[in-house]
Nanobody, 122 residues
Framework: QVQLVESGGGLVQAGGSLRLSCAAS????????MGWFRQAPGKERQFVAR????????FYEDSVKGRFTISRDNANNMVYLQMNSLKSEDTAVYYC???????????????WGQGTQVTVSS
């Protein structure tokens, strides 16, 4: 019902910035919550940020507050994650997600992109 395609990952030095993009297609109107998860090597997937299409309400995981900004472009069905002041701990595969619940639990998101690699060198 919904397809998600991430882009914008890459290799950056600590302290640098990256902007991830997520292109959503399909019946996005029925999946009001968009977000980002990440998975570092040897760790479980972790919630990063989420936003609603309707109101733009945002919520962030504590470790990225003040550094990451999630935003959306409703007209183009795009969601972005601006990542500043990157740390080596941010190295992970980042996944765009879509769901119906304003949740930090991975199981509440029905649709997942394939992921984009972010590597932060120290």
């Amino acid at each position: 019902q919904v397809q998600l395609v991430e882009s914008g990952g890459g290799l950056v030095q600590a302290g640098g910035s990256l902007r991830l993009s997520c292109a959503a297609s399909g019946r996005t109107f029925s999946n009001n919550v968009m977000g980002w998860f990440r998975q570092a090597p040897g760790k479980e997937r972790q919630f990063v940020a989420r936003i609603t299409w309707s109101s733009g309400t945002r919520f962030y995981e504590d470790s990225v507050k003040g550094r990451f900004t999630i935003s959306r472009d409703n007209a183009n069905n795009m969601v972005y994650l601006q990542m500043n002041s990157l740390k080596s701990e941010d190295t992970a595969v980042y996944y765009c997600v879509a769901g119906r619940s304003f949740s930090s639990w991975r199981g509440d998101y029905e649709y997942w992109g394939q992921g984009t690699q972010v590597t932060v060198s120290s």
